[in-house]
C-alpha cells in the first residue's frame, strides 16, 4: 500500500486549503486513513480518521473547521481546511491501516504514510 499527499501550499490566515490523500494497492473495505500534522519543534498530532462504515472523528482543535470526506472510487480521502490560522501550519501528514482500532488517535497504529505536504498559514 502507498499513499500519496497532495495540496498543502500558503495561505494567508482565514483562507482554505484541500488536501488529498490517495491510496494504491488497496480498496477502502476496511481500510483506515487519517491525517495528522507536525508543527517545527512539537510531537505530531492527531488530526481526524475516517473509515468503512465508520464516523469520522476530528480533533477539538480543528472541528467546525475541518472537514474528512472519502472518495470510494478513487480510494482518496480529502481534508479540507477552513478558517486556517497560522497555527495550523505544519506538514501534513496522512497514514492508513487495514482494520479499525480503538486508538485511532495513535500514529504509532498506522502502518502505512503519506510522504507529507507542508501547509503554511501566514498572518
Known amino acids: 500500500v502507498q499513499l500519496q499527499a497532495s495540496g498543502g501550499g500558503l495561505v494567508q490566515s482565514g483562507g482554505s486549503l484541500r488536501l488529498s490523500c490517495a491510496a494504491s494497492?488497496?480498496?477502502?473495505?476496511?481500510?483506515?486513513m487519517a491525517w495528522f500534522r507536525q508543527a517545527p519543534g512539537k510531537a505530531r498530532e492527531f488530526i481526524g480518521v475516517?473509515?468503512?462504515?465508520?464516523?469520522?472523528y476530528l480533533a477539538n482543535s480543528v472541528k467546525g473547521r475541518f472537514t474528512i470526506s472519502r472518495d470510494t472510487a478513487k480510494v482518496t480521502v480529502h481534508l479540507q481546511m477552513n478558517s486556517l490560522a497560522p497555527e495550523d501550519t505544519a506538514v501534513y501528514y496522512c497514514?492508513?491501516?487495514?482494520?479499525?482500532?480503538?486508538?485511532?488517535?495513535?500514529?504509532?497504529?498506522?502502518?502505512?504514510w503519506g510522504q507529507g505536504t507542508q501547509v503554511t498559514v501566514s498572518s
Open positions: 475516517t473509515g468503512s462504515g465508520r464516523p469520522t
Open positions: 494497492g488497496t480498496t477502502f473495505s476496511n481500510f483506515v
Open positions: 497514514a492508513g491501516r487495514h482494520g479499525w482500532h480503538i486508538n485511532y488517535g495513535a500514529e504509532n497504529e498506522y502502518r502505512y
